[in-house]
């Protein structure tokens, strides 16, 4: 690779520079900061394009790339330094609990290239599934209904529904009634 030729120009960002430059400036200042509550955090990602839907528990801490790029549904949860590098769609179910420090990355770059071209997919996690502390979701991961990613997990590709998650091994999940 030669990174010297790199370029992005084509990559579209979703908003207006200034939309983008005031979001950094709210989001540096206020959004990730240590104060407690949700709903004012929940009001920030909504007034910057973000899909939010009822009950959603934003905790401090939290990094979001591009809120026009997120959409949640009710009852979702997200912990305490969550980072949601989001340069193409993440779509976050209802009742998902993603917990402290997961990475959810959607761009990566093309090493067989000499340009390191930019490759950017969306995430998408569905309705009831937990992605637990300190996991990290690659570009294009697909996690399925009531699903669970493991603690320090790495989930790729598509994890189906109702199953765990951990380290190369997907198992069925029980369920407590």
Avoid at 76 to 102: F, K, M, P, Y
Wanted: charged content about 15%; aromatic content about 12%; glycine content about 12%.
């Amino acid at each position: 690779m030669r990174l010297d030729l790199f370029h992005n120009t084509d990559f579209e960002r979703g908003a207006s520079r200034p939309k983008e430059a005031l979001w950094l400036l709210v989001s540096g200042i206020f959004f990730e900061s240590w104060l407690p509550g949700s709903g004012w955090r929940v009001a920030f990602l909504r007034l910057f394009g973000a899909q939010m839907g009822a009950g959603i528990v934003i905790k401090p801490g939290v990094k979001v790339k591009f809120p026009w790029c997120l959409s949640v549904g009710d009852h979702s949860w997200i912990g305490e330094r969550v980072w949601i590098d989001n340069l193409a769609q993440v779509t976050i179910g209802s009742h998902v609990c993603i917990s402290q420090g997961a990475y959810l990355c959607t761009g990566s770059h093309d090493w067989n290239s000499e340009h390191f071209n930019l490759i950017v997919r969306p995430i998408t996690i569905s309705d009831h599934a937990w992605i637990c502390a300190y996991t990290t979701m690659a570009p294009g991961s697909i996690i399925g209904e009531g699903a669970v990613v493991t603690m320090g997990g790495t989930a790729s590709g598509r994890i189906d529904d109702w199953t765990v998650w951990t380290q190369g091994e997907t198992r069925p999940r029980r369920m407590n009634s």
